[in-house]
């Protein structure tokens, strides 16, 4: 179909009300954009559908990693090494980090947004991040943040598949996707890249595996400088040095701190109802946390308010308080599972 036949479609389904066909129209002449290379084009279309959504969302708990920030894509293209294919409106406000990390990543953002002024001095370009750290901690969460900066579409390359394919295709498949990347200037994400160094425990074919990893590292080496490519790991000494050695920045995630902690409970509970009961016990929860992730704190945090909720009587129920208490309690069963 022409654009324009899409157009008089959504013009039409737009006048009729009628949100489902409006919206399959929309995504089909979002792909049929991208087919026919007005990738600007369909990025524009994507973020106008993301914000309609996004509005008609009800406000709440701004769970940081809740997918109405990232929108997947439906691509019949998509490959099984591809595991997705995303846009995200991430922002460097929705992850709770040290300085140094923020001042790193920030500095790769610029990088790529001043790709022409680096250029001109003939400077190159950081452009292979590694993100490594214990669980929970917000690898994933900053690879979704860089792309959301960047404005850049993603491709979540599916690692597994990849290591487990017996086709002997692999290394082409996996030029393929870089190439693919390259054309339609997207980031190439490759999380759980451990999943890379694991192979040698399987009793997988030896030879096919040194295979992928030689193709990555030519990838790599031949990256255009526009090209992004980054990697997450919770095992970075799971990671053939070669391949460590390739990567331009490698940012430690960390587990958070008494402060870091306190920003995750404001960004989490900010345009929510909720607050804690108890504002002094809160202080001594807080302490108790450190050691545990982000991903676990926000979860009891969570489960913590439900519970909260669903013990009140009706009258209370308005008065949405947090009891500090639960959440103490499910802070500290965590704890012990760390024992
Ligand atoms: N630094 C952080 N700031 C804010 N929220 C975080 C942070 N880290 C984790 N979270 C919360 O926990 C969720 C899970 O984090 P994420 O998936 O990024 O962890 P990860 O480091 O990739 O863990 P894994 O190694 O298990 O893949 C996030 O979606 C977010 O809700
Ligand atoms: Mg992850």
Known sequence: MQQIEYIKEIAKYGLENDQEKLLFTLNELIEHSKQTKKVNFALQLQSILKDA????????????????????????????????????????????CSEPVRSDLS??????????????????VSNKVLLYGPSGCGKTLAAYVLAGELQKMMIVINLGAIVSSKLGETSKNLAKIFRRAATE??????DEF??????????????????????ILQLFDYLPQSSVVIAATNQKDMIDDALLRRFDLSIKLELPNEIHVNELIDKTLTN??????????????????????????????????KRSLFSKHDDQRKSQKIQTAVWAELISQERRTLL
């Open 53 to 96: 959504i996004r509005q008609q969302q009800t406000n709440g708990i701004a769970r940081l990693g809740s997918a109405k920030h990232v929108l997947r894509e439906e691509d019949r293209e998509v490959s099984e090494f591809i595991l997705e294919k995303l846009t995200s409106d991430y922002r460097f406000p929705n992850l709770v």
């Open 107 to 124: 500095y790769f953002v610029q990088e790529h947004r001043s790709i022409e002024t680096l250029r001109q001095y003939d400077l190159p």
């Open 272 to 305: 929510s109802p909720f607050t804690f009961d108890n504002k002094v016990k809160v202080k001594k929860v807080i302490k108790d946390s450190v050691g545990l992730s982000y991903y676990t704190i926000q979860k009891t945090l969570l489960t913590a308010i």
């Open 194 to 215: 451990d999943t890379l160094g694991k192979v040698r425990d399987y009793s997988q074919d030896h030879g096919e595996m040194k295979r992928v990893v030689n193709t």
């Open 185 to 190: 200037d997207c980031i190439v994400f490759m």
